[in-house]
């Protein structure tokens, strides 16, 4: 049978409260700030070898009592982001048994799904979408299959490990641009006095500036391999009143084409004023792994460019017990509508539109 547990989600990161503990509160006074405490981790993807079969892949708050359990050490230098967490945790056999009674209920009619069998095989893939509470932001209702904008960078930069764009014809390079991430752009020119670096024109255009921003942040921060930069001649004017105009009623149609086109969508995040160093520090990992970039940022309100919105949704969902102390909501708009989520284990939803 599984069992529930006492733990605590100290950031970005969950670990077992100690046994000889009752409560989180003697575990909370028990704690000295200039002392490393010894504790389990818990994980979502232990790595567990097994030919054809996934094992020890889980989605919080429910992980596994047979592995996840490395032994660390960690300092605890601010006590006020510790947050009490209930997790439950199963042996592989139950979470097997537990999944696939999950996936009858919910998975048919996604048009990913193919019907399971007895096979423990036939599970895979569903570990790191769908949660034992039947959470799941994979969901496919239409086709094609959306398009993501962070997996397009990422197959760009795969493409220019076969040759570096430094050297390449700047049409070339446009050309590979256009050709992964559908960004399109007048013109290129290289700098006399830096060669590797290209000089892009294009017309304003809120998308196109806004992601043109992302690639040139990624070439330099993720291609080690290549010494080149791209410069742009427009810069990006976001600001709160660009990101309501291009969610406009009047603009909506023209909004969810551009949407689909790159494989991106935008997001209205909001939280309680006081959480928000603990916020923005726990996003900053996102941001850097390309799943989203901050558009404005307005005091505790912020406006995001989602560039893997099933991806971003289930990190938010990890991160539940800091933005659900933190009163957190979010709207998404994306290529389908609009959704209103309350940041929950339950990530209960109320579509809009």
Known sequence: MSEKHLAFFYR???YLVPDQYTSFEDFYRSIDIKEPIKVRLLTERNRIPSYNVEKGICIAPY????YGYADVEIAICDTSDLFPVEVELFSQKEYNEKLREVILNYCPGCLKYKPISNRVQSLNGHFEEISLNSVCFYRQNVKPSP????????G?????????PAERQPNDVLDSIKSMTYLKYDSAFRDENVPSL????FKPDFFVQALSGVLSHYIENALSFTEFRISFDSRATNNDEEFDRQISDGNREVFQKNCKKYGVALAELTYAPEFDEKITRSLESLIKSYYVSVLWKDGCRLLLLLLDECNFMKELHFRVPLFEAALSHIKVYDQYGEKQFKISFNMEQDIVK
Request: aromatic letters at 22%.
């Open 198 to 201: 290209l000089n892009v024109s």
């Open 12 to 14: 970005d990161s969950y």
């Open 63 to 66: 992980f596994y009592s047979e």
């Open 156 to 164: 760009l930069g795969g493409l220019w490990h076969h040759y570096d």
């Open 147 to 154: 398009r993501v904008f962070r997996n397009n960078l990422r």
